[in-house]
């Protein structure tokens, strides 16, 4: 089996798969204090609650933007899974080639994404991934990389709301049932959500003016990404699970 590992501003999100199929989905805190052993066991406790053993697992892919983890990470899987990981950095075969001004700039997360897009899609495509940072980015028809915009999170966003006013509480980002708010936490919600909402049609419509595009796919993911695909018709496709599949598909095409 393969364990693919997303290793996010926020959360590490797992995904153990049988050859193409999914088996499950996991998240934990991406915490910088853990020690390999605790990255080790905390591993094998999440496999084992859906009845996949450490010695199921044989093949281990990572993607991350956290440099102060890996080694404590790595060190965890080598110890208890018995398996060196293959980890998306400079040189490894992806199916995709970057034409951005310095490519190494780009990170891994978000080519990960754009292998996944091109595979669904084809090229164009334009990749969004709602997470800690909202990011866009356009792959053109041959699998280049052309470019890519980043903005605020939506929870990044709120939480520099309600941090930097001292009369605003923390909230539950949803969509309210109205724009036209009544009271603080709905006003909050609708800024928010139809705010982010507003954001993603604009910026997709620039993407595609700019670059000629017209006709580019538009996928989504990130775990708020389901709330925004839901009202706007500039996304076509949502997809939870996207940054997984991609680093499944980079793990076959590197596969000795």
Not at 175 to 204: C, D, F, R
């Amino acid at each position: 089996m393969l364990l693919t590992i997303d290793v996010g501003n926020t959360n590490i999100t797992l995904g153990i798969f049988n050859n193409d199929k999914l088996l499950g989905t996991f998240r934990m805190t991406t915490k910088r204090s853990r020690t390999s052993d605790e990255y080790g066991f905390t591993i094998c406790g999440i496999l084992e609650h859906r009845d996949v053993g450490a010695k199921d697992v044989d093949a281990v892919i990572i993607a991350s933007v956290v440099p102060d983890i890996m080694h404590s990470l790595m060190n965890g899987i080598i110890k208890y899974l018995n398996v060196k990981p293959l980890v998306v950095s400079a040189g490894i075969k992806t199916g995709i080639r970057i034409v951005t001004e310095n490519p190494k700039e780009i990170g891994p997360d978000r080519i990960v994404d754009a292998v996944a897009g091109y595979e669904l899609f084809g090229g164009p495509v334009i990749v969004v991934d709602f997470g800690t940072a909202t990011t866009y980015d356009l792959i053109g028809p041959g699998g280049t990389f052309e470019a890519g915009i980043t903005a605020p999170g939506i929870e990044t966003a709120g939480r520099s709301l309600w941090g930097g006013a001292a009369m605003l509480p923390a909230i539950e980002i949803k969509k309210p049932s109205s724009i036209l708010a009544k009271e603080t936490i709905s006003s909050m919600q609708a800024g928010l959500v139809y705010g982010a909402i507003g954001q993603t049609e604009y910026i997709i419509r620039k993407i595609k003016e700019e670059s000629g595009y017209k006709n580019a796919a538009v996928v989504a993911t990130g775990g708020l990404g389901k709330i925004i695909a839901k009202e706007t018709d500039s996304i076509d496709e949502y997809r939870p699970d996207l940054t997984l599949d991609g680093l499944r598909l980079i793990y076959n095409k590197n596969r000795k």
